[in-house]
């Protein structure tokens, strides 16, 4: 089965969601981890667990820069919840959590906050998937320092030194749909040994071709161009795949 490892169907409504489930279905997605990156977010992604329990996954965490503006009492609150979802079994994954340097706001409350999760992650023994947009050495740096060994590399933009210092860490990529386009990931999947690949679509984001709205159902582009690159057939590709989900996100 095809696997989104990260997407927010949280940002459709309720009829959207359907749709996408039922599209992601169809195309031979198995397996959907919505990342709930905000108190409000966990909230609808438990309510869309709840109503495709067969297929979506829950991920928790708090988005990097809208931990910046929660009150420390809504910062502490969704830890305290997080650790009541996973002795229920509901959390498979920290994320996404890390850094984000875009508008280059308060990195050394940034480097805190993600610490945090770190060791969060650490503590229940969950993968943590990270988001480190314009703060890849950063995320990298505290990820080594804290000695996180089930960590997921999503959507990640760093240069060529990076890549190796993640590769060698044995750390995973998630590569996103629009790797179809993106120069960038189908270099990273060139240089990637496939035991370190996962997809995810970032739904609603990061559309294949550019359109308005992403889903689930598009991960099987990212498939498609990694079994290209590495020259196996589909088939291979998402079994392949299938085996690392299981490395990082089962065991
Ligand atoms: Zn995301």
Known sequence: MYIDIHAHLDFFDEKKIASAVENAKKAGVGLIVNAGISPERTKKTLEIMKKYPNIVKGSF???PVEMLDLSPE????????IRKLHAEGKVIAIGEVGMDMKEGRELEKQKRNFERFVALALELDLPIVVHSR?????????LEKLKAKKVVMHCFSGKSLL??????????FSIPANIKFSEHFQKLVKKVDISQLLCETDTPF?????????????V????????????I???ECEKMIEENYKRVFEL
């Not at 809504?74 to 919840?81: I, P, R, S």
């Not at 314009?134 to 505290?142: D, L, V």
């Not at 990061?206 to 598009?218: M, Q, R, S, T």
């Open 61 to 63: 965490g708090i988005y």
């Open 74 to 81: 809504d910062v502490d609150e969704q830890f305290k919840l």
């Open 134 to 142: 314009k703060a890849e050495a950063e995320c990298i740096e505290i």
């Open 163 to 172: 890549i190796e210092r993640v590769s060698r860490n044995k750390w995973f």
């Open 206 to 218: 990061l559309h294949p071709d550019k359109l308005k709205d992403n889903e689930p159902a598009n």
């Open 220 to 231: 099987v582009e990212s498939y498609k161009k990694i079994a290209e690159i590495k020259g």
């Open 233 to 235: 057939s589909l088939g």
